[in-house]
């Protein structure tokens, strides 16, 4: 059976993907409110990346890799990020590359052993056999360490060549990431070993358990210098928190004065952090751009708390290099979430608006994708709220959330009324109309208030209907 033998984390994202559209509704709800509720059940953040990818990804359109591939990027998986090729992840590699990097490897580098290879381990899983697949694999990442080697030298001095690569692996950083991949396939071993002594999740890295941490790093094992950036970033995939890598830094200098990080090898920590959080802006601008909306106001409160965190427990001067881009990163936030702050009453004017009985075609109603994208804007919006002070959105989130408050206290009394009042062409418009306001209300009032509201509403469309009928 296709998958059989393979890790957990990949039946997990077989899971998720094949979850219906109504399960995974329900499951990104569930998360999200513990998460912005102060809960952090283990591996949350992780589940919610992937129903985020899956949807950026169109679910069961996306091209996947097989059982074969997947055994042999099985190394990889903690350093892949989720993240367009073009922006540089220290010591981590695209997940979209995986896909063009594996068909370079079967078609250019190794085209007979990667055949030979695939086909091996595809009888080995349908025979049952997982420990034979990854014997299998284990003998083809050792063989595919020496290929990437010799291809690397030959790239040295090849500008054509290099060219070449970035255009079969769909990445301007494809040298790059074809170093990182031989890197982590030759570390496998002690990477695999350094895994099982870490926590599979560390909900906090402090007191007793930052310790332990970093003295697996320090030691023989983590501190090679071939392996200390890998082992890093292995150490962030176990964080419920990615930023709190930092903690790292500041206890090998003994302080969170940012020149005394930098003097200790631990300082590359602070750029996978950044790097991170800067990777989370785009995700969440993206997300709000194309009106996906899943789990955003989740990514809001990590993008806030890594703010925070970074602010608090690392001094950096403004006029650093550290100091800059964690202020570029700041604006960039701000900027963005004003814009779609800024959207929000006039999204919601356009669906709740009294409306004269001519412009109502006979028989419409609201579209429910447009509410349901209005209802989580507005959670969004109120989400910010809680967060406006570190992300620099105090004023306009403010002024917003009042304008929409007025709005709706205003103009459900008037929507009441046409419903009371409406003809028959135009009841479900108008019906539809309410509706989209009680679920608004609930956002912005709560839950009594919109309960108050749609019995306010059955009471004005049973009386419309008595009126009719008398």
Known sequence: MAGAGLPPIDRLRTFLRDLKPGARSLLISELERSLLGGNNPAGAEMVLAELRRNLRDGNATAARVGDPARLFFLPVEPMLVDDVPD????????????????????NALLPAEAKAYSEQVEQALMAGDADAAEHLARVFQDRTVRSLQRALDALANDDKERRRLAVQLGSPRALDDVRILREILD??????????????????????????????????????????????????????APWQLIRLATKAAGAD??????????????????????????????????????AVSALLKEIHDALRGMRSELDLPIESAWGKQLAAVRAEVSNFLTAEIELMPGRVRRLVRPRPSKEIVADTALDPEDVADAEALIGFVVTCRN?????????VTQRTYNELRQYLDTGTRTLLDALRNAEDGERSFRQS??????????????????SLLAKAAEVASHGERKAARA
């Open 387 to 395: 967060y406006a002070g570190e992300l620099a959105i105090n004023e």
């Open 433 to 450: 109309q309410v509706d989209a306001a009680v679920r608004f209300c609930g956002k912005v009032f709560g839950a009594e208030y919109a």
């Open 257 to 294: 004065v940012a020149n005394r990080v930098a003097e200790t090898p631990y300082a590359v920590a602070v750029d996978i952090v950044l790097d991170e959080i800067e990777r989370k802006v785009r995700e969440l601008a993206g997300d709000l751009k194309s009106g996906r909306g899943v």
């Open 187 to 240: 570390a496998r071993d002690s990477l695999a070993v350094l895994g099982t002594q870490l926590p599979a999740h560390i909900n906090s890295l402090s007191g007793p358990m930052l310790d332990q941490v970093k003295s697996l790093l320090d030691s023989p094992l983590g501190a090679k210098s071939d392996l200390f950036l890998y082992s890093l970033v292995l150490v962030m995939s176990r964080l419920a």
């Open 87 to 106: 922006h540089k992840h220290r010591g981590r590699i695209a997940r979209a590359t995986i896909e063009p990097m594996w068909l370079w490897l079967r």
